[in-house]
């Protein structure tokens, strides 16, 4: 199919808004993304052209970069269409689904999201839709965000919330107006996601009240960790999404200081369940859970050499030997 000067290659994905294409731009012999947005009224159009006008605004190296937009003529009606760099590694979310994320890489991907954010905050923009979803990665793999369409400036009228449900904070669902603290809120839920490798967050209420006691309680998500996850970092994510806004981070400045404050050594992934392996400035390491003689064991490698001080053996309880193998993990991941 063409659209101007654009012939598709293939979808990439739809929803609501309409959909987004992979193009090829046949004057500059580039590809390009290409987002079509299904409009039925004249706010529709003023919609897609403030979706637009906000990435033209919020130019930075991890927002995602718009080329141009147009209106185009597509099976017999016209449809805005708004026209982005193609970023071939895609978003966050489908790395998620086929992909673990080691601890290292969550940081990375917050941090570099906050530095996009806190861009956007400085030129009025709340983006409100914060999610693995409208994170791409570019073809270095550095976050990327995306999906301005439901962001709004510090002039705009209309408050009603918006975004992806389950990473709206508290204060959102009693009626307050979506900020620049709410959307550290949703980032910090997004950072709690991907730490934890979790796909999905659904939302197991009948009804808003029953979500908004739980949320107000700090019972929504329940705040359980994988168990390789640091102390240090644990801390960073509970200040990020605490009930009481006040408590929480004021601005992506203190959000990205704090992650940037935690040492970082060995970054581990898991091979299985009882194997991980990781490196640490360019050196290979292994740590391995296994039964032997009727006890359980670990040996912890650097280059393929077992190290003695972290070596473990004769435990004869399986949640013990769990618990020590994942301390091992939790403390090299920020000292060595």
């Not at 906000?54 to 190296?61: A, G, K, P, Q």
């Not at 793999?141 to 009228?157: E, R």
């Not at 077992?306 to 769990?322: T, V």
Request: net charge neutral; proline share 3%; hydrophobic share 35%.
């Amino acid at each position: 199919m063409d659209i101007g000067k654009f012939t598709s290659i293939g979808l990439i994905g739809e929803g609501n808004f309409g959909s987004v294409l992979r193009v090829q731009d046949n004057l500059l012999n580039a590809e390009r993304a290409l987002k079509i947005v299904r409009v039925d009224n004249a706010d529709g159009f003023v919609d897609a052209m403030n979706e637009a006008q906000i990435l033209e605004r919020c130019r930075h190296n991890n927002i995602v970069d718009i080329k141009e937009m147009d209106i185009h003529e597509i099976e017999g009606n016209h449809y805005p269409c708004i026209i982005t760099e193609y970023l071939r590694n895609g978003s966050v979310q489908s790395y998620l689904e086929g992909n673990f994320i080691t601890t290292h890489k969550a940081i990375q991907i917050i941090i570099e999201s906050l530095q996009g954010l806190e861009h956007a905050h400085t030129q009025g923009i709340f983006h409100r839709d914060i999610k693995p979803g409208n994170i791409l990665f570019s073809d270095q793999w550095q976050a990327k965000l995306s999906d301005f369409g439901l962001a709004y400036g510090l002039a705009h009228q209309t408050f009603s919330f918006a975004g992806y449900n389950s990473h709206l904070p508290p204060e959102v669902l009693e009626g307050d107006a979506q900020d620049g603290v709410s959307d550290l809120y949703s980032m910090g839920i997004t950072f709690f996601r991907l730490l934890n490798n979790m796909s999905t967050l659904p939302r197991p209420y009948t009804n808003d009240a029953l979500w908004l006691k739980d949320l107000k309680k700090e019972k929504f998500p329940q705040r359980v960790f994988a168990p390789h996850i640091p102390d240090e970092i644990i801390k960073v994510v509970k200040k990020s999404i605490r009930a009481d806004r006040d408590k929480r981070f004021q601005n992506c400045l203190q959000f990205r200081q704090a992650l940037q404050k935690v040492p970082l050594a060995i970054e581990w992934h898991a091979v299985d369940e009882n194997h991980w392996k990781g490196i640490y400035k360019g050196i290979e390491y292994s740590i391995e859970l296994y039964l032997k003689n009727k006890t359980f064991s670990i040996d912890f490698k650097r280059k393929g050499r077992k190290i003695k001080d972290r070596c473990c053996k004769g435990i004869r309880d399986l949640d013990k030997a769990s618990k020590e193998f994942f301390n091992i993990i939790r403390e090299t991941t920020v000292k060595i």
